[in-house]
């Protein structure tokens, strides 16, 4: 096997004027290398160092990306699975209106029901495009998790301004119009 050299020498691709002055240099590069205290830096060396660590931070970015919507689609499972372990069975003929964002909805459940939504005993939780009635204490644990997930949710606990001159008259919470 012969050096890279001389194979380009045999094909004329260069002289041997060229090939000396190459070989000098490297020599010479050799030289200064081994009696200087400083290492010589190698730049391609350098930049193929920075490409590969460019890629390596690329890599962990993607990565993290990836595992972040591996957890949202696990989340996501936990939270279906809760909501159709735990719903209660509506059966009834009274309309109860809620909001889901900006429109009004409608779902059909006993008047029993609609006294434990009113109270925040009961949750409207969405998967997918149906509307399940919940526990409120489930409703807490998939809001934890998400609260995107829970539509409608009364609460107990109400403020009541001390300056209201209509505080003593109590509005129910399950006032149909």
């Known amino acids: ?7 380009l020498l045999k094909a004329g691709l260069v002289d041997k004027k060229q ?3 190459a070989k000098k240099d490297k020599v ?4 200064v290398q081994n009696k200087s205290s ?3 830096v190698d730049e ?4 193929a160092r920075k490409a590969q660590a460019e890629k390596a931070k690329r890599d962990r970015q993607l990565n993290a990306e990836r595992d ?6 696990a989340i996501a499972a936990q939270i279906k699975q809760l909501v159709n372990l735990n719903a209660v069975k509506r059966e009834g003929d009274v ?6 964002g900006k429109t009004i909805k409608k779902i059909y459940v006993s008047q029993k029901l609609v006294d434990q939504l009113a109270r925040g005993q009961l949750a409207i939780a969405s998967v997918g495009e149906e509307y399940q009635v919940i526990p409120a204490k ?3 644990k998939i809001a934890e998790r998400d609260a995107s997930f829970i539509v409608s949710q009364a609460s107990n606990t109400q403020a009541i301004d001390e300056d209201d001159p209509y505080a003593d008259y109590q509005i129910p919470d399950d006032l149909m119009w």
Do not use: G, V
């Open 38 to 40: 400083q290492p010589q």
């Open 28 to 31: 010479k590069q050799q030289r």
């Open 68 to 73: 972040a919507q591996a957890m949202r689609k």
């Open 138 to 140: 489930i409703a807490d």
């Open 44 to 47: 391609n060396k350098e930049l």
């Open 19 to 21: 090939a000396k002055k």
């Open 1 to 7: 096997m012969s050096s890279l050299q001389d194979q």
């Open 95 to 100: 309309a109860y209106n809620f909001t889901d």
